[in-house]
């Protein structure tokens, strides 16, 4: 007979500038041999404490570093490692699986209809973003005995401010103009983000997870955009469930109504603790839905290795990510998921 409750763990883990040694990146950036040791000695240490079956990679620039690091990791001997649209140039996206990779796609160009317009006195304007920084990634994921999970990772623009050629962050005109583009951007991915997810969300019952570095706080506008908004309860039921279709739930907030354990923060700049690492799960897994087929068990983050300057003279190791990281525990349940598939 098959186990009724299959309990998988997935994670998100931002690498922070994670490339092979001695390969230069930005004119100048590179990790020497020393330094790439001690960073997959670190990064295989933390996969151990996270032992997670599914995890998705943000700020990698190469392959095969990542390739070079699991191979010494006898936990992950069996597991595959996806990382498309790779150039060495700019970051990307990947994700490891211990289980079955079924289908991979890499999604470079928002949705037309995702597009943001303005009207402006009689004249129709339109941002002109349409790419996104680092291109997503949607993964398709086989649990046996369970069925298909579809797994989306993200990282959306950083909060750093864009500046243009002449202009410096002295000038409060100049850092204004900068932080509104950074502001923009994000948003506008978001934006896409949020498109991509309901067109593939809708009238699917099968549960679909977002995870990575989205670069704000889980209350923020663009986050809310991405996850999408609780319908207001006056709504019509059938309003209601056309919502609950398309949204997702921070799995943090799951974990906040049953415990009042850990302070969720990932990120510390300048001595504000911040949330920018997340995970997302649709209601297929959220135990309130009554076609529900999985649960969170469990959430927990490791951050016990970022460092709060304001208040001590320990420096970073560069070796070490400056983000936390989040991992989730999903209860699944073979004999529901037979039932409503």
Known sequence: MAQKIITIK????????????NVEMY?????????????????????????????????????EAIERIISQNKNYQHAEVVMPGENGEQPRVALL????????????????????TFQQRGELLTLPFKTFTRPV??????????????????????????????????NPIDLARAQVRSLMLRAAESSAVRTILCDYLQGRENPVVVFGDVNDTGNSVTTRIISGEVPQHK?????????????????KDIQARRSYQDFYYTHIHNGMYESLDHIMVSQELVTENPRY?????????????????????????????????????????????????
């Open 27 to 63: 004119g100048s950036m590179k990790l020497s041999q020393y330094d790439f040791d001690r960073k997959a000695e670190w990064i295989n240490f933390m996969l151990n404490q996270m032992n997670a079956d599914v995890i998705g990679f943000q700020e990698c620039f190469h392959l």
């Open 10 to 21: 997935c994670g998100t883990f931002n690498l922070m500038n994670l490339m092979l040694p």
């Open 137 to 170: 990634l949607k993964v398709k994921v086989l649990i046996p005995n369970y069925g298909i999970i579809t797994f989306f990772v993200v990282h959306l623009k950083s909060k750093r401010p864009i500046f243009y050629q002449g202009e410096s962050d002295t």
């Open 293 to 341: 087929t999985g649960r969170v068990a469990q959430v927990k983050v490791f951050n016990d290795h970022l460092i709060d300057q304001t208040f001590s003279t320990d420096k970073p190791d560069k070796y070490k990510s400056d983000h936390g990281i989040v991992v989730c525990s999903l209860e699944l349940d073979t004999e529901r998921a037979q039932q409503f598939r």
């Open 97 to 116: 699986s211990r289980y079955p990779i079924q289908d991979v796609q890499l999604i470079e160009f928002f949705p037309k209809k995702s597009l943001i």
């Open 235 to 251: 709504l019509p039921d059938e309003v209601k469930r056309n919502v609950w279709d398309v949204l997702l739930y921070h799995v």
